[in-house]
């Protein structure tokens, strides 16, 4: 089955701690996207990367750091400078390019703060 | 300005009946538009996108779009109480990879 990956579903951070999250995908996509979502609000950029070894920050990246080693993973690493971590965490790919092409999520990654 | 705006409703609407959805957005270099829907607790999954001006159908849906008014909206016909959910507008730009999301549209559909 082709898609997105994302785990754990639900991970607990404490204070202080650094956490990742994992997005996979095997849809041969080349371009993938880290999205926050608090209650009630929309998707919120954090990084998105168009090809292999190299990504962009989003609109809210501070707190967050990412690495694109390989196509099929972004994983998302949620470091102990960002305050407020409690959101929905979405993963996102889609094949890139210039015009027709579509985006298509995982299913979630739920960080709670211990 | 927000890049998307959509009211955050919530709609309700009667089982049977035509639930309309509604999406500006800012930027006039935006070229394609996206009409994903989200269960409470789930991810979004796309409904349907729409690039030329005009109507676009897929089933029960239709997706408009005017680019002079800089307005898009999604048309659910026969909506059914699984159509409950809320309901996110997505834009992109021409030749750049980032994606705009509206806060979602809230719908109701009541047997």
């Known amino acids: 089955d082709g898609g997105i990956t994302q785990s754990p579903k639900y991970l607990f951070r404490k204070e202080g701690q650094n956490v990742t999250l994992s997005c996979e995908q095997n849809?041969?996509?080349?371009?993938m996207y880290w999205y926050r979502q608090d209650p009630g609000q929309g998707l919120r950029l954090i990084y998105y990367?168009?090809?292999?070894?190299?990504?962009q920050k989003g609109d809210i990246a501070e707190g967050y750091s990412v690495s694109r080693e390989k196509k099929e993973s972004f994983p998302l690493t949620v470091t102990s400078a960002q305050k407020n971590p409690t959101a929905f965490y979405l993963c996102?790919?889609?094949?890139?390019?210039?015009?027709?092409?579509?985006?298509?999520f995982g299913p979630g990654t739920r960080l709670l703060v211990l | 300005q927000k890049e998307v705006e959509q009211n955050s409703g919530p709609l309700s609407v009667p089982e049977g009946a035509i639930a309309s959805l509604n999406c500006t957005y800012s930027?006039?270099?935006?070229?394609?538009f996206f009409w994903y829907r989200q269960y409470s607790g789930k991810s979004p999954e796309l409904i349907m996108f729409?690039?030329?001006?005009g109507d676009k159908e897929d089933g029960r849906f239709t997706a408009q779009l005017n680019k002079a008014s800089q307005y898009v909206s999604l048309l659910i016909r026969d909506s059914q109480p699984s159509d409950s959910a809320t309901y996110l507008c997505?834009?992109?730009?021409?030749?750049?990879?980032?994606?705009?999301f509206g806060s979602g549209t809230k719908l109701n559909v009541k047997p």
């Open positions: 996102a790919s889609s094949i890139g390019g210039p015009r027709e092409e579509t985006q298509y």
């Open positions: 849809l041969n996509h080349d371009a």
């Open positions: 990367s168009q090809i292999v070894n190299d990504f």
């Open positions: 930027d006039r270099g935006s070229q394609s």
């Open positions: 729409i690039y030329s001006n």
């Open positions: 997505a834009v992109r730009r021409y030749n750049f990879n980032k994606f705009y």
